[in-house]
T-cell receptor
């Protein structure tokens, strides 16, 4: 049973436009969410996070939105750049207990120049 | 990579042989994790540790064991490797302190270990 889902395996966007990556979760106990970016042959790198007490967090070109009632989060990248082309993973965790991070299956973003 | 090293980076082995992957950190972080990455499955948690000698199972722990005898080292062992364990394995560390806030309580990953079981 997959607790964190990314239903779009891939996404193509023109340079300068907005990229929207989506993530759904099923476990209502998750209260902390993160996005990671991964380039080929490298480890994932942290991008941005959001706590369940917020519904939005912004960091430069990256904004994460959280809709707790829908158990849905999204990552917006504006404007998209060719260097953003990578695989993006969302992850969810509980902030009590033993801090297991559960990841989605990833979305491959291609930004076209 | 924030003081996290995985070894070996590449390994080819045969079915039925034991394999141990090592994760070494210099950050003194309490939490350490092993994930595997496979096409169509993303990153799946194998085992994790929340302190020396304290470990627990993740989503896909069958066929794997772990040990953590020192804060800095977390070993992943495949007692008898199978072809289904061909994968890229990532170690991650985390220093959980205080309530979460943006940028805190994040996982830092190593560069990965590519294992091929023939």
């Amino acid at each position: 049973d997959q607790q964190v889902k990314q239903n779009s395996p891939s996404l193509s966007v023109q340079e300068g436009r907005i990229s929207i990556l989506n993530c759904d979760y099923t476990n209502s106990m998750f209260d902390y969410f993160l996005w990671y970016k991964k380039y080929p042959a490298e480890g994932p790198t942290f991008l941005i996070s959001i706590s369940s007490i917020k519904d939005k967090n912004e960091d430069g070109r990256f904004t994460v939105f959280l809709n707790k009632s829908a158990k849905h989060l999204s990552l917006h990248i504006v404007p998209s750049q060719p260097g953003d082309s990578a695989v993006y993973f969302c992850a969810a965790s509980r902030t009590s207990g033993t801090y297991k991070y559960i990841f989605g299956t990833g979305t491959r973003l291609k930004v076209l120049a | 990579d924030a003081g996290i090293t995985q070894s070996p980076r590449h390994k080819v082995t045969e079915t039925g042989t034991p394999v141990t992957l090592r994760c070494h950190q210099t950050e003194n972080h309490r939490y350490m994790y092993w994930y595997r990455q496979d096409p169509g499955h993303g990153l799946r948690l194998i085992h994790y540790s929340y302190g020396v000698k304290d470990t627990d199972k993740g989503e896909v722990s069958d066929g794997y064991s772990v040990s953590r005898s020192k804060t800095e080292d977390f070993l992943l062992t495949l007692e008898s490797a199978t072809s289904s364990q061909t994968s890229v394995y990532f170690c991650a560390i985390s220093d959980q302190r205080g309530p979460p806030h943006p940028g805190a309580n994040v996982l830092t990953f190593g560069a990965g270990s590519r294992l091929t079981v023939l």
